[in-house]
């Protein structure tokens, strides 16, 4: 067989013509798929909406005070501006801290911090105020209580003094020196001047360490300077 | 793309494509639909044409190729019954029908790239470029893929050859 016989006998085979239904049914192709593909992607959109808003009623009721903690934008109360002062053990002033912060759930939250580099001190600020109540150690209820006994109920209480026109309670945290394991741990005096009417924030503070022949140093003292009531 | 546009599309190139879609598949069913979604690929966003790079008949046979072939992958059958031949005279029916069967036949036992090579070939007259850009190979494997499917329909369809005329 040549190529020109081949190719006769190729010929005989023909293809049926498409039917004519198939433009109509291109044309309705046409017509549905881009309003389908618009309403595939609004219909996704609102799914992953309606799945994403389940989602968060779902852990809103399984965890509802951290939500609410996290959710909710934090209140401050009020501001209390304090210096703080740390020293060398000769004597010499180490460093100095300006700070802003309040006292939320018995946790400090820092709003500011000098010196400081600010991007940092924001970040401290934002995951301090987010995160600390999922991580503060403090149980809240016995903050609460804590506050509500005028700020008495922990430490030795030595007497009661007014700072920047408000009531503290001056308590004392004595820790003697200790081993823990092969280090001997310094015993260490905390003074500390809280107001209840401060969620026991201490306007006043004072922490001595323990020198080898029993007399105390002092570590570091802070001190209120201003206090900004519902800022 | 407008419809006007799209349709005017599908009016060019539909039937070569379905032509095509058919000997490859031996089905109108199959080739229809195949047709279909070459088209509405088109819509899809995203899809890869790029009328600098490539001729739209070349990427619209491109696209038939490629929904045969996927097709064939995700069938466990080869190929489907042939369609039914019934628009042909009595008188004409038995050796038209037999012919056309051993046609289809042979031109189905090729390798698949010998057989699109043909299809696209012969029935479709393509150019070798043309048909070298549709199977992304070179022209010289468009030619080396032809030369062994023609010789494989001569010895398979040899019976079907028309009779030598006798010298008188």
Not at chain 1, 172 to 186: F, N
């Given at each position: 067989m040549n190529d020109s016989e081949l190719d006769n006998v190729l010929n005989t085979w023909k293809a049926p013509a498409p039917p004519l239904y198939l433009r109509a049914s291109i044309r309705a192709g046409y017509a549905t798929l881009t309003p389908k593909a618009r309403r595939r992607f609004r219909l996704s959109f609102w799914a992953i909406a309606l799945v994403s808003a389940a989602f968060l009623v779902a852990v809103t009721a399984a965890f509802s005070k951290t939500v609410n903690l996290l959710a909710r934008p934090a209140k401050i109360p009020y501001i209390v501006e304090t210096h703080t002062n740390t020293y060398n053990r000769d004597g010499s002033l180490h460093r100095e801290i300006q700070m802003s912060s309040y006292i939320r759930n018995g946790r400090e939250i820092i709003l500011s911090r000098t010196p400081g580099n600010p991007l940092v001190t924001f970040a401290i600020r934002n995951l301090n105020a987010a995160l600390s109540p999922l991580f503060s150690r403090v149980d809240p209820h016995r903050w609460a209580e804590f506050v509500a006994s005028g700020c008495s109920n922990d430490g030795?209480?030595?007497g009661h003094e007014t700072v920047l026109g408000y009531r503290t309670t001056v308590t004392?945290?004595?820790?003697?020196?200790?081993?823990?394991?092969?280090?001997?741990?310094?015993g260490r005096i905390i003074t500390l001047w809280q107001a209840p009417d401060l969620g026991c924030f201490d306007l006043k503070m004072v922490h001595e360490q323990q020198n080898s022949d029993g007399t105390y140093r002092l570590v570091e003292e802070r001190h209120a300077f201003k206090v900004i009531v519902n800022p | 793309m407008r419809e006007r546009a799209f349709l005017q599309l599908f009016d060019d190139h539909h039937a070569a494509l379905f032509r095509f879609a058919y000997r490859l598949t031996n089905s109108s069913a199959e080739a229809e639909d195949i047709v279909q979604e070459c088209f509405l690929e088109i819509l899809r966003p995203g899809n890869a044409y790029d009328r600098r790079r490539t001729r739209i008949r070349t990427y619209l046979y491109g696209v038939v190729r490629n929904q045969w072939l996927k097709r064939r992958r995700n069938s466990s059958i080869t190929d489907p019954a042939p369609d039914p031949i019934?628009?042909?005279s009595p008188e004409s029916d038995l050796l038209a029908s037999e012919a056309q069967d051993a046609i289809v036949q042979a031109i189905g036992r090729l390798p698949d790239p010998q057989r699109e090579a043909l299809i696209l070939a012969h029935y479709e007259q393509l150019p070798l470029a043309e048909i070298a850009a549709i199977l992304e190979i070179e022209v010289g494997a468009v030619k080396s893929r032809l030369e062994r499917a023609r010789a494989r329909l001569r010895e398979s369809l040899a019976a079907y050859a028309p009779p030598q005329r006798s010298a008188k």
């Open positions: 030795t209480v030595v004392e945290h004595l820790s003697p020196s200790h081993d823990v394991g092969d280090v001997l741990h310094d | 019934d628009d042909r």
